[in-house]
Each structure stands twice: as C-alpha cells, then as structure tokens.
C-alpha cells in the first residue's frame, strides 16, 4: 500500500514533466524565429528570420527552415530533401518530433 501511495503522490510531477503542447505553424514560426535551442553536451541549434538555420555539434553545419502544415521543415545541403517534424512545446522545452515518434528535445538558451 505504501508504494501504490508513493506512486500517486510522484505521478503529478511526472505527467507535469511531460506536458507537452503541439504547436500550430504560427505558434512554430513564434517559437523559433531568432532563437537558439540548446541540445546539451554543447549542442545547439539557431533558427534566423531569414529562414537559414545553423547547427553545431562539434563542427557547424548550415541549412534552411521552414513551416509547412504545421510541421518545423529543415533542408541540409548536400541534400536536397526536406525532413519535417512535428514541434511540441512544454516551458522552455522545444520537442521535435519524426514520423517514427522518435524525438529530440532542446532547451531556449539564455
């Protein structure tokens, strides 16, 4: 009995934690134009109005961004295919979101 009332007084803090919120294309383009997302480990990610977008992961990348649908679109040079993602947003948490339900999550840097 004491761990099914363990269990209950923790589950609001867990389902807080993942209280996510999908956006609409407007909301995206809000969400995103102008800022930067930390992925952590010294990974982040910057979204320009011009619609350019810059990637770091130990070397910088550069790429283009769109909205589409109401899905965040990339474009990554040499490639010419765009991947698109549904974005949830939870606080200061950006969730990305691929057609396998696999997710990366990124934090608006200060």
């Given at each position: 009995m004491r761990r099914f009332a363990l269990i209950l007084a923790l589950l609001p803090g867990i389902l807080a934690a993942e209280d996510f919120r999908a956006l609409t294309g407007d909301e995206i383009l809000?969400?995103?134009?102008g800022q930067k997302l930390d992925y952590g480990d010294?990974?982040?990610q910057t979204f320009d109005e011009n619609m350019l977008t810059q990637y770091f992961s130990g070397r910088?990348?550069?790429g283009c961004w769109?909205?589409?649908?109401d899905r965040y679109c990339s474009l990554w040079?040499?490639?010419d295919r765009w991947a698109c993602y549904d974005v949830l947003q939870s606080?200061?948490?950006i969730r990305f979101v691929d057609d396998t339900g696999g997710f990366t999550d990124g934090a608006f840097a200060q």
């Open positions: 809000d969400a995103l134009t010294g990974v982040w910088a990348s550069s769109a909205v589409r649908e040079p040499p490639s606080g200061d948490t």
